[in-house]
């Protein structure tokens, strides 16, 4: 071997790039996507939601808890989707999602700008949301963004229709960064939620936005000198 061959030599390899994650709903996106997917699903199909008024005491209370709300949001999901197949609601998602991104109020500008220069400084950018992937796939990509890498909630068939496979929100979501080999401590973390202190506290930064004052007192009780806001308006 050449003495001047350095292949074998770790200190001559490219350093790894950064690790920057993005939560989706309330940074990218104004407000949350699939809730106003899921609003115009049975606003198209109504009599589907006119089925549960008799259930709407018990809905109420089940709201009322942590639990019963995750459970809510399953059933509603479930519910939304009986006897539809997987191709059509990648069709309904993909079309909604395209829309979504195509009108520039509901985005966040300087989002976009954010995420065009940390693809620009090398960054390996992960959006990290717990929106449904084929509908954050189709907004991403519809804003220019096909090669950022993606880790969602996914669906999956059921017996009767669609039914949610993954819920990546809280801890589910550095769980499913773990499987794609993307492990903490991540370089940035930018988040709006509560929910994503898990991967806020991983992060050797963290960045919330537009933070409301608990969010902001509670991540910056955790996370301390190594937290920033931003307002994106």
């Not at 589907?48 to 009322?64: I, Q």
């Not at 773990?178 to 930018?190: C, E, M, S």
């Amino acid at each position: 071997m050449s003495e001047f061959d350095t292949s074998a030599n770790p200190a001559s390899r490219a350093p790894a790039p950064r690790v920057v994650l993005f939560d989706f709903d309330g940074v990218i996106v104004r407000g949350d996507a699939f809730t106003q997917f899921m609003r115009e699903r049975y606003a198209r199909a109504w009599w589907r939601a006119v089925v549960t008024l008799p259930l709407l005491p018990f809905v109420v209370l089940l709201a009322l808890t942590r639990r019963g709300r995750h459970w809510l949001l399953l059933a509603g999901v479930t519910w939304a989707f009986v006897g539809v197949g997987t191709q059509h609601y990648r069709q309904f998602a993909r079309t909604f999602g395209q829309a979504l991104a195509r009108d520039a109020r509901n985005i966040f500008g300087a989002a976009c700008m954010t995420l065009k220069r940390h693809r620009l400084d090398g960054d390996r950018v992960v959006v990290v949301t717990g929106c449904e992937e084929t509908l954050a796939r189709a907004v991403l990509d519809e804003l220019g963004f096909e090669d950022i890498e993606l880790v969602a909630s996914r669906f999956a068939e059921g017996r009767f229709g669609l039914r949610v496979a993954v819920h990546n929100i809280r801890f589910e979501k550095a769980h499913q960064l773990a499987l794609r080999g993307i492990r903490p401590p991540w370089d940035v973390v930018y988040s709006d939620s509560l929910r994503d202190l898990p991967i806020l506290a991983a992060a050797r930064s963290a960045v919330l936005v537009n933070p409301d004052r608990i969010t902001l007192a509670r991540v910056s009780a955790r996370v301390g000198r190594r937290l920033s806001v931003v307002e994106w308006t």
